[in-house]
């Protein structure tokens, strides 16, 4: 059993993953902003915390997250202002990767985007900002000492899961929210993708044996 953090706690992936890690045993701490999800994130068999991550400094954030095994991000501003994105999406989630390595905490998961990072978006387009974010993001992740994950799912679907992907994929397709929450759950207990970037879209290869390094 493993005591695991997730930031962003009410989200539609969030929720599915806490039922998977609550039915397996692990003690999942939801943190989320909103008071008011604290009922949803207990029916998925988490324990809600309630944090404002977008305003909370490295210090603050260590505390909360001290004494976990593991912290997974699946926050995000969700397509709001310039100036939340950079916010959420890359300063609180760089500081949370901090407040990870102050906890003494290693282990650290981050659910990104399939084409990430891509500084291609040109200025004007409404996704540059978000793939900026990401990109910044993802990309100290990848320079620190923790032991990352990065997960590139590509376009979101709430078709049932299969249980199933292709991690191979050199191009973006289409995935489902279930089989995200699924890898996810996978990768945590999976050494072998520790360093490593996972892109994947929906497949025919079993989650274990397609996450295998």
Known sequence: MARIAIIGGHGKIALKLERLLSARG???????????????????????????????????????????????????????????TDAVDRRAAIRSMDASAQAGIARYVMVSYFRSPDRTVPVGDSFRDYAEAKAD??????????????????????????????????????????????????????????????????GDVPIADAIRG
């Open 137 to 202: 993001a993802d990309e100290h992740l990848a320079a620190t000492d923790l032991d990352w994950t990065i997960l590139g799912p590509s376009r979101l679907t709430d078709l049932a899961g299969r249980g199933t992907i292709d991690a191979r994929a050199t191009a973006s397709g289409e995935v489902s929210r279930d089989d995200v929450a699924a890898v996810i759950a996978a990768v945590l207990v999976d050494p072998s993708t520790i360093g490593r970037t996972i892109r994947f879209n929906d």
């Open 26 to 84: 692990d003690d999942v701490d939801a943190i989320v902003r909103n008071p008011e999800h604290a009922s949803d994130v207990e029916s998925a068999g988490a324990t809600p915390v309630v944090a404002d991550v977008e305003t909370l400094g490295v210090d603050a954030l260590a505390r909360l997250l001290a004494d976990h095994d593991a912290v997974v991000w699946s926050a995000g501003a969700g397509g709001g202002s310039p100036e939340r």
